[in-house]
């Protein structure tokens, strides 16, 4: 019995992607690094083991269907407060940078490649226009700039997908169909794409947020599967009546569904991500496979002059030219001109766009691919390993990441919220008890639904400006291992978890040697204090030096939690913890309690420190 081709393909491409991906967390690198050289090896020039010209029309249509996937989950994540300070430098990065970013690097593409000629020049320009959330999301994640950076790069990744792709489709169009059909028509054809996008994407966001909302209709443990049966129907809808228009059909309708927000859409986008990083993995080995070695070595010196220019001087003007007026530093703008890695997008679109020009009889259409991958590589190569370098030198990264992670809605983790969100920590948290999490979002809190336990997850939250985590589950197994799945994140002097009844006796050198409050409070002493009406407030300390443990025995009913120092940082106190004059410190508290008239003796040893009622310092 003879080996089928087309089997060997498809799963040899889902194996070898999942591999890469777990090699790129593990070497802690872009993923796109591993999978581009897994397609090279596995592809007909090195191993022959993919062979993606064997799957025929299927190859179109499996990789359009993942691109829809990936664009949709990318505009589901766009939030709209990303736009709260950064909108016009998104907007005008995506319009006014755009056009730029096309111009210029088609003038580049026809200079060090006359023999292109100006059409496939223009081409290749507007095949370059997008970066991508693909390879920008594991990056900021990685290298973890500025909120507002943050936020304008990973605002422009997911925005310029469907606009670079549609650019595309125009000079194709152009190029194949301006001669027979006329230069209006062609126009006239482009416009009719970006409107169908619009009411197509804008209707079944709408329609499938209706579904969702109607519980009696969608059952629950089906909403993941009718939100990605929605995404492949509009896609293939949009394509049906007009090709090339479904990439901005599935962009929008994902970013409205995720303006509209109906219940369980944590849940939603959870399912999404796993499902996008199989479908990355999987394109992005198989387009790589149909890359021709011989090809990128044919580009020679003018390949790699062509992505210098692009890095180097294209990507600069870009940012300059659309950030004249803005409040972003000088430094900022050189960070931003240092990031634009590109992505899935340009893979899918210039091997698509390379066969149909070979059908077309304009075999240069394998150069113009060959061009997009030089430019993904070396865009990947240059700036992923170096982004934290450079935005150190330039201080744009997030010096102080002050927030806090809460594993756990429930009452315990809903009231440590409450106190931390009032002295202005971010706090987000994270729980897979739906009921917990809309009550914490009641009460004013940022809270989702997620399982703490999948690294997916953390790849996925937005942990900006998060700096630590406090595992509060009644679940102490489930603690223990959210702070091991944390550890590598935040380190491991920032992640804790609360003690409880049944919580082992920590062992020297296995285990972490602190529990979230220490010894003098579990988790079941917490919850029955705040159901008694034990309230946690704010206090500074005014006197001298003096333990926690001193504390709690000079005032009675009252139980450190954190201290705020006097530079704004939260910390965790151990049971043996001092106390320094300045500090502030959240404590819980009785209700009846009675602060004592006679305060206790200090001695040159050791001193007693004083709860006021003075406020505590408010942290960035």
Not at 369 to 385: H, N, R
Not at 405 to 417: H, K, Q
Request: proline share 5%; with cysteine.
């Amino acid at each position: 019995m003879s080996a089928d081709p087309v089997l060997s393909t498809v799963a040899l491409t889902v194996v070898a992607g999942v591999a890469c991906q777990a090699a790129a967390r593990w070497l802690k690198v872009p993923a796109i690094l591993p999978l581009l050289l897994a397609g090279v090896l596995l592809g007909p020039d090195v191993l022959g083991l993919v062979l993606p010209d064997q799957l025929g029309e299927g190859k179109r249509v499996l990789v359009g269907l993942a691109v829809a996937v990936i664009l949709f989950e990318g505009g589901l994540s766009l939030k709209a407060d990303a736009f709260r300070f950064s909108g016009t430098t998104i907007r005008n990065l995506v319009t006014i940078g755009a056009l730029a970013t096309w111009a210029l690097s088609a003038l580049a593409a026809w200079i060090l490649f006359p023999d292109l000629g100006v059409g496939l020049a223009v081409l290749f320009g507007s095949l370059v226009i997008v970066t991508g959330p693909t390879v920008i999301q594991p990056l900021l994640k990685s290298v973890r700039p500025r909120r507002r950076l943050a936020d304008i790069l990973r605002g422009e990744a997911i925005l310029i997908d469907p606009i670079g792709a549609l650019c595309a489709v125009l000079v194709l169009e152009f190029l194949l169909e301006a001669t027979s059909h006329g230069t209006t028509s062609v126009v006239l054809a482009f416009l009719g794409r970006v409107a169908l996008g619009v009411v197509l994407g804008g209707v079944g966001a709408f329609v499938v947020d209706r579904l969702i909302r109607q519980r009696d209709w969608v059952p629950r443990d089906l909403r993941n599967l009718l939100v990605l049966a929605s995404a492949i129907g509009l896609y293939a809808a949009s394509e049906l009546i007009a090709t090339e228009s479904g990439v901005l059909t599935v962009t929008l309708a994902g970013f409205l569904l995720g303006w509209l927000h109906p219940p369980g859409l944590d849940e939603i986008e959870e399912f999404k991500g796993h499902l996008t990083v199989l479908m990355v993995s999987m394109v992005f080995v198989l387009l790589s496979a149909d890359l021709a070695l011989d090809g990128m070595r044919a580009l020679s010196v003018p390949g790699i002059a062509l992505v210098a220019v692009i890095v180097f001087l294209v990507r600069p003007a870009t940012i300059f030219l659309c950030t004249r007026g803005s409040e972003l530093s000088q430094r900022e703008k050189w960070f931003l001109s240092w990031i634009a890695p590109r992505g899935i997008v340009a893979a899918a679109v210039s091997s698509l766009f390379a066969l149909i020009l070979e059908r077309n009889g304009v075999p240069e259409g394998r150069v113009v691919m060959s061009m997009t991958f030089a430019v993904i590589v070396g865009t990947v190569m240059i700036q992923a390993p170096t982004a934290r370098l450079v935005g150190k030198r330039l201080g744009v990264l997030e010096e102080r990441r002050n927030g806090v992670l809460i594993v756990g809605a429930n009452s315990v983790g809903r009231a440590l919220g409450s106190a931390l969100s009032r002295l202005s920590f971010p706090v987000l948290l994270l729980d897979t008890n739906r009921w917990n999490v809309e009550r914490a979002q009641k009460e004013g809190l940022d809270a989702r639904v997620g399982n703490a336990l999948d690294e997916l997850v953390m790849q996925n939250l937005d942990l900006d400006v998060i700096g630590r985590l406090f595992a509060v589950t009644s679940n102490d197994s489930v603690n223990r291992v959210a702070v091991q799945v944390y550890e590598r994140e935040f380190g491991q002097e920032d992640v804790h978890a609360i003690r409880l009844s049944e919580s082992p006796e920590p062992q020297a050198g296995k285990e972490r040697g602190d529990y979230l409050f220490g010894k003098r409070l579990s988790w079941e002493d917490l919850f029955q204090k705040l159901g008694a009406e034990h309230t946690i407030e704010r206090a500074q300390i005014e006197e001298r030096n003096a333990t926690v443990a001193q504390l709690m025995e000079r005032y009675p009913g009252v139980v450190p939690l954190f201290k705020i120092q006097e530079d704004g940082e939260l910390r965790t106190l151990a049971d043996d913890a001092p106390l320094r004059i300045g500090d502030g410190m959240l404590y819980l508290v009785d209700p009846d309690f009675e602060e004592p008239e006679e305060p206790v003796a200090e001695t040159e040893a050791e001193g007693a420190a004083a709860v006021s009622e003075a406020p505590a310092p408010a942290a960035d």
